[in-house]
């Protein structure tokens, strides 16, 4: 049994500059899609799933920030939190990550659509007394933190060392 050839499909001709000279509101100027809107998923400290908020790629992370909270408390999550002022909350690109991010940059330079928002105010730790804690401030950064916890010496750690 023998097939018989199968002609050959023609393809539309098309004008790829047929666009140029016209501009359209969904084109950036370099000519790749122009985004409006950006999904961004953020996990809040302590809290069991991230929250998704769509922002504009002009917005600031101080602004990412406070509609993060409106959600968060509009969602009425459980583990309430310590309070809905923007100012006390830091961004991070994640819960490993120590440095936060400056509250005056651009969502769209950021890279990345997944971040973790923490507390900036530490509560105190069991045996820290009233002056240590007034020691932590409101604008103490997670990498502060872990210098200070890095510091405590014990020294039966000192010998794990010498296990290895």
Same mark, same amino acid.
């Given at each position: 049994? #023998?097939?018989?050839?199968?002609?050959?499909?023609?393809?539309? =001709? #098309?004008?790829?500059? *047929?666009?140029?000279?016209?501009?359209?509101?969904?084109?950036?100027?370099?000519?790749?899609? $122009?985004? #409006? +809107?950006?999904?961004?998923?953020? #996990?809040? /400290? !302590?809290?069991?799933?991230?929250?998704?908020?769509?922002?504009?790629?002009?917005?600031?992370?101080?602004?990412? %920030?406070?509609?993060?909270?409106? /959600?968060?408390? =509009?969602?009425? !999550? !459980?583990?309430? *939190?310590?309070?809905?002022?923007?100012?006390?909350?830091?961004?991070?690109?994640?819960?490993?990550?120590?440095?936060?991010?400056? $509250?005056?940059?651009?969502?769209?330079? *950021?890279?990345?659509?997944?971040?973790?928002?923490?507390?900036?105010?530490?509560?105190?730790?069991?045996?820290?007394?009233?002056?240590?804690?007034?020691?932590?401030?409101?604008?103490?950064?997670?990498?502060?933190?872990?210098?200070?916890?890095? +510091? %405590?010496?014990?020294?039966?750690? =000192?010998?794990?060392?010498?296990?290895?």
């Amino acid at each position: 049994m #023998t097939m018989a050839p199968q002609a050959e499909l023609r393809r539309p =001709k #098309t004008l790829p500059d *047929l666009l140029s000279g016209r501009s359209v509101s969904g084109l950036s100027p370099e000519g790749g899609p $122009r985004l #409006t +809107k950006l999904l961004l998923n953020l #996990t809040v /400290q !302590r809290s069991l799933g991230p929250v998704q908020v769509v922002m504009s790629p002009d917005s600031t992370v101080g602004d990412l %920030i406070a509609a993060v909270l409106r /959600q968060y408390a =509009k969602e009425g !999550r !459980r583990l309430a *939190l310590p309070t809905t002022d923007p100012a006390g909350f830091d961004l991070h690109y994640s819960q490993f990550s120590l440095e936060s991010l400056d $509250r005056n940059e651009k969502l769209m330079t *950021l890279g990345s659509r997944n971040f973790f928002l923490c507390c900036k105010k530490s509560e105190p730790d069991v045996g820290e007394s009233a002056a240590e804690a007034s020691e932590t401030t409101s604008s103490s950064t997670c990498s502060t933190e872990a210098d200070k916890v890095s +510091k %405590i010496s014990v020294p039966w750690l =000192k010998f794990i060392d010498f296990l290895f």
